[in-house]
């Protein structure tokens, strides 16, 4: 066994991330969910595991129900994944609808966008970035109690007449606490007056420190009301993802994060995903937190059939038994006995949770980590 991230351990085990990382924290070990741990560490981690599994389940679940890690030379460039953060009324909402209107894939498909929760755009130069279209913070403190880390980078969008505000603090400390890089984007510069200087400041008393500043955080100024700026900014997301050389294997079968998901009336249970590994075919039987089945369409963001989505695509699934919640992992599975073990370990996994949490109501420390 050589090192692993704590997503990655935790996804081996079918576990949820904050749980790989309360336990390490019972261990003394700090460590967040993109944080390389040593193999002694894991082994440790998965005895612990392990140690309650196996009372509960006949299966070797320990052992890795969710596949295997990539390996290097499978690896392969992929899109980056943004979340757009910000304060109310800063104009998150505005650029994300900007951004979108300079897919020229869209435009090649005649494009009735549909909503889903996340789209990809593929720029004039043919690199491709895939932004989630959550509905503000809760959407992502709620997946990452869950475990899940979609998000490479955060753009965090600054009104350049408001400056720094509440909800910006909460988005800064959201990307340190996630781990991930921080991209400013500036908004609103075509408004008269604004003072760029003084939202540098305010920035810097958050330690955010912008490059014009003499620090590493790119600033961007745009005008999502007039789209100016926007190919500096998507040039700027994707010099983010060199530095941060995003790869993955399309070549395996498919992993990922359940997006968002709802109860259609006439096509059911419609989950969004995004892959984050290997290629989701139409037809593959998927295991999405403890809801499966095999997947009956898929539907890209342009609302157009696909039968496949590799790497940091995401799609809408029809043919879930049930509506999986957001922030849950999906897999791939090869047949419906393990479609039906993993997904009774899950059932399994969340109802001991419940329990202790109906249990627990003393608070421990780790219990508030929750
Ligand atoms: P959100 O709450 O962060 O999603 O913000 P919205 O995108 O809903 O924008 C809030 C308001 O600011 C709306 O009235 C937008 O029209 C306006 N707005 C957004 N971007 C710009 C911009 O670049 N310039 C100007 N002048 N107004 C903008
Ligand atoms: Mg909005």
New binding site residues.
């Given amino acids: 066994p050589e090192a692993i991230t704590v997503q990655e351990l935790a996804n081996r085990m079918a576990a949820r991330g904050g749980e790989v990382v309360k336990a390490l924290f019972r261990m003394g070990v700090m460590a967040t969910l993109t944080q390389t741990i040593d193999a002694d560490t894991a082994e440790l981690v998965v005895n612990e595991f392990g140690h309650r599994v196996k009372r509960v389940s006949e299966a070797d679940v320990e052992q890795g129900l969710t596949g295997t890690a990539d390996i290097d030379t499978d690896l392969q460039v992929r899109a980056p994944v943004v979340t757009i953060m910000?304060?109310?009324?800063?104009?998150?909402?505005?650029?994300l609808d900007a951004l979108r209107k300079t897919d020229v894939a869209a435009r090649e498909a005649g494009g009735i966008t549909q909503h889903i929760g996340a789209y990809q755009v593929t720029i004039a130069g043919g690199q491709k970035i895939t932004f989630l279209d959550t509905p503000g913070h809760e959407a992502f403190t709620a997946m990452r109690a869950r475990g899940a880390s979609v998000t490479d980078m955060v753009v965090l969008?600054v009104a350049a007449d408001d400056g720094v505000m509440p909800q910006t603090i909460e988005a800064i400390h959201h990307a340190k606490a996630a781990n991930v890089p921080l991209i400013v984007a500036v908004?609103?510069?075509?408004?008269q007056g604004v003072n760029l200087d003084r939202v540098r400041q305010e920035l810097l008393q958050h330690e955010i420190v912008v490059e014009s500043l003499g620090g590493d955080t790119q600033e961007i100024q745009?005008?999502?009301?007039?789209g100016t700026n926007l190919d500096k900014l998507q040039e700027a997301i994707l010099l983010q993802a060199e530095v941060l050389d995003l790869k993955a294997n399309p070549d395996r079968a498919a992993e990922g994060t359940v997006i968002e998901s709802k109860l259609d009336k006439g096509r059911g249970p419609v989950a969004t995903v995004l892959v984050q590994k290997g290629t989701l075919r139409q037809g593959d039987l998927v295991v999405a937190g403890a809801e499966w089945g095999r997947v009956r369409a898929m539907l890209d963001d342009k609302g157009r059939q696909v039968k496949e989505a590799g790497p940091s695509l995401p799609v809408e699934i029809l043919g879930l038994s049930g509506v999986p919640t957001a922030g849950e992992t999906f897999v791939a599975v090869e047949n419906e006995s393990r479609a039906r073990e993993i997904s009774e370990y899950r059932q399994r996994v969340a109802r001991d949770k419940q329990a202790a949490a109906a249990g627990a109501a003393r608070g421990t420390l780790a219990d508030m980590m929750a």
């Fill in positions: 910000g304060h109310v009324d800063h104009g998150k909402t505005s650029l969008v908004n609103k510069i075509d408004k745009v005008s999502a009301l007039k």
